[in-house]
């Protein structure tokens, strides 16, 4: 079975930056696709950043230029490293695990995961 852990949350000010990282085991393959959602207080849950199994990444627009995501196959995790972080990025972050996505174009749908970690708390204030 599949587990997923993320780490890494916490407090910054804005133009801050944090390296959040979603750590895999249970899989035995290094192609499979980690999605970053988030969800702040009173809204839906959002796809901000995705890694496909051919490591083909995407972002959504608000985030773009600003996110990375990368992964280490040795350590079977994925990071997610977020510069100059805005109040509005402010919301739990979580890392969600798919072994049936390669390619991305966009971020897949929320029911192609198979696994999602706890999540981790992002706070941006001054």
């Known amino acids: 079975q599949v587990q997923v852990v993320e780490s890494g949350g916490g407090s910054v000010q804005p133009g801050g930056s944090l390296t959040l990282a979603c750590s895999i085991s249970g899989y035995r393959y290094n192609s499979y696709c980690i999605g970053w959602f988030r969800q702040a207080p009173g809204k839906e849950r959002e796809g901000v950043a995705a890694i496909g199994g051919d490591d083909s990444t995407f972002y959504i627009g608000s985030v773009k230029g600003r996110f990375s995501v990368s992964r280490d196959n040795a350590k079977n995790t994925v990071y997610l490293q977020m510069n100059d972080l805005q109040p509005e990025d402010t919301a739990v972050y979580f890392c969600?695990?798919?072994?049936?996505?390669?390619?991305?174009?966009?971020?897949?749908?929320?029911?192609?995961?198979?696994?999602w970690g706890q999540g981790t708390q992002v706070t941006v204030s001054s």
């Open positions: 969600a695990f798919s072994s049936a996505v390669l390619n991305i174009q966009n971020i897949p749908p929320k029911s192609l995961f198979e696994a």
